[in-house]
């Protein structure tokens, strides 16, 4: 296991307080809360109906007790943090160094930033395959539209890199960043103040 990987499950197992940013319908929360029975946890998304249903579905799978659903933007989100955790989502912000810098004040201190985000490499040529090929055409017709119908209006897009997104981190404050993990689908960062 990689030991970054380790400290965050660590965190997560000794009653930490976890952000879980983009929630979206709450599936990453509620998979979460699962895995770490002792750990509370916030879902933050900024599209209320997700919210709606994301309340629905932790009652139905039994952890309304320990997670919460708000509507709340990327760098608005309340609350301090041992982990904080954005699933596929930095990319389709329209301020994603903004979000950066408001994760960076919302962390507890030795607390974690992990970002998971669509694999792809720091040239084009490196994406032209055809997992790349799927990710730009969704990253076309979903991510950059929904980036650039926002503030600042950034429009990094699902196939951004590895490089730029380090960008992205570091221009919110923090000093540093390390891949944790990555699949052919998903790059893993971890991020720190």
Not at 8 to 35: E, F, M, N, P, Y
Not at 106 to 121: D, Q, R, Y
Not at 143 to 168: D, F, H, K, N, T
């Amino acid at each position: 296991m990689d030991p970054g990987i380790g400290r965050g499950q660590g965190k997560a197992r000794t009653r930490a307080h976890v952000a879980d940013v983009g929630c979206g319908h709450g599936a990453s929360t509620i998979l979460l809360a699962k895995a770490f029975p002792k750990s509370q946890f916030s879902g933050f998304d900024y599209h209320e109906p997700s919210i709606v249903h994301a309340r629905e579905l932790a009652r139905e799978n039994g952890v309304a007790d320990r997670v919460t659903f708000q509507r709340a933007s990327a760098k608005e989100f309340p609350g301090t943090y041992d982990l904080i955790a954005f699933f596929d989502c930095l990319h389709d912000m329209g301020d994603p160094s903004g979000a950066a810098a408001h994760v960076k004040s919302a962390l507890k201190a030795g607390g974690t930033w992990m970002i998971v985000e669509p694999f792809a490499g720091d040239q084009i040529a490196d994406n032209l395959n055809p997992i790349g090929r799927i990710f730009y055409s969704a990253s076309t017709q979903i991510c950059v539209p929904a980036s650039l119908s926002q503030e600042v209006g950034l429009a990094l897009g699902a196939q951004g890199g590895e490089a730029r997104l380090r960008e992205v981190i570091l221009s919110g404050g923090f000093s540093r960043v390390r891949r944790a993990a990555a699949t052919p689908f998903n790059l893993v960062l971890e991020a720190r103040p």
